[in-house]
Nanobody, 121 residues
Framework: VQLQASGGGLVPAGGSLRLSCTTS?????MGWFRQAPGKEREYVAL????????YYLDSVKARFTLSRDYAKNTVYLEMNNLKPEDTAVYYC??????????????????WGQGTLVTVSS
């Protein structure tokens, strides 16, 4: 399975970006993690492919929206009201079946190349 991500960039605080990720294979779960310098990788938003349920990190829940396009095997992360603390490399990920510990990056074996999001203050 290959994941192709795009959409990062530099924006001022309060700005918006949209990330996209396309998978070449099947997935049961798909979404985004991020990793800031000196910090561990943390989950941001995930979607279950079977029922469309979405899960968000509390700090982004009111600002980020995850959506999917079945036909294109693509998920999108719309990020609004970005804050400097959102600055990180964002990694698209997927796994074949949903995992109850969905927020643990160790449970994913498919990763995209990472896209840098920088939010200036």
């Amino acid at each position: 399975v290959q994941l192709q991500a795009s959409g990062g960039g530099l924006v001022p605080a309060g700005g918006s970006l949209r990330l996209s990720c396309t998978t070449s294979g099947r997935s049961g779960a798909m979404g985004w993690f991020r990793q800031a310098p000196g910090k561990e990788r943390e989950y941001v938003a995930l979607i279950r492919w079977d029922n469309g349920a979405k899960y968000y990190l509390d700090s982004v829940k009111a600002r980020f929206t995850l959506s999917r396009d079945y036909a294109k095997n693509t998920v999108y992360l719309e990020m609004n009201n970005l804050k400097p603390e959102d600055t990180a490399v964002y990694y698209c990920t997927s796994r074949l079946r949903w995992h109850v510990n969905y927020n643990d990056p160790g449970n994913y074996n498919n990763w995209g190349q990472g896209t840098l999001v920088t939010v200036s203050s």
